[in-house]
């Protein structure tokens, strides 16, 4: 992404490497790197976190946006390879960080936009369902909670979450079967709540953050819209 293209700041990263950050007219973009498949480990929630803190206190900040880096992928959830590299005990805690990052990103008072650009699933999805709204980019991918397949479940809020939005037999239908779907019917079903068309990504998260700003002031009373989230 050029930051010419979408009219932000500069690119700066957090301590681990796995989360940026690019601020302007309102809004905060985050974008979740770690190639290929934007896969989320310890070190990408400890950035999560602390850009959703500094987000917090930044009243220059009215609006969040979340994407993940790349065409291909927004998060495809947990880091295999870390989890697979660490002990049980390191799980249960690295779980339980993770699910207090995307608590914090709920109740932050300000909106929150899912850009998901790219195949969203598993840990991808819980991070996107944490947040407000979510916006996708049509035919770039899909998305979907799979874990059963691994003999595990959602573990990050989405047996909670997918609940809240669909209904709870739809929720438990749709993990039980761990099958993946198209954007065009998350928005039949309300996991999205657009998908639009895009030439790139770039194009795509540019218009995202305009989207975004028809949220600030003054096109919108941002601090009511976020007393209204916390309600």
């Known amino acids: 992404m050029t930051t010419s293209s979408i009219a932000l700041g500069p690119t700066e990263t957090f301590p681990n490497g796995k989360v940026t950050w690019q601020s302007g007219g309102g809004v905060a973009l985050l974008t979740l790197s770690n190639p290929p498949a934007n896969g989320y480990s310890f070190a990408m929630m400890r950035d999560l976190d602390e850009a959703i803190v500094r987000a917090r206190f930044d009243d220059a900040v009215q609006v969040i946006v979340i994407a993940g880096a790349g065409e291909k992928f927004f998060c495809a959830g947990a880091d295999i390879a870390m989890l697979d590299a660490v002990a049980p005990s390191f799980k249960y805690q690295f779980c339980l960080h993770a699910n207090e990052t995307l608590l914090r990103l709920e109740h932050t008072p300000k909106l929150v936009i899912a850009a998901i650009g790219g195949h969203c699933v598993g840990g991808g999805l819980e991070i996107a369902l944490a947040c407000d709204l979510r916006i996708a980019r ?94």
């Open 138 to 231: 049509k035919g770039s991918g899909k998305c979907g909670l799979p874990e059963v397949s691994l003999g595990v479940l959602p573990g990050t809020g989405g047996t909670q979450r997918l609940a809240r939005v669909v209904g709870k037999g739809r929720a438990i239908e749709l993990m039980a079967t761990g099958r993946l779907f198209a954007f065009e019917e998350a928005l039949e079903l309300g996991i999205v709540t657009d998908v639009r068309e895009a030439a790139s990504e770039t194009a795509f998260i540019a218009t995202v953050v305009d989207h975004a700003r028809t949220f600030c002031s003054p096109a919108k009373a941002a601090l009511a819209v976020g007393l209204m989230k916390r309600a």
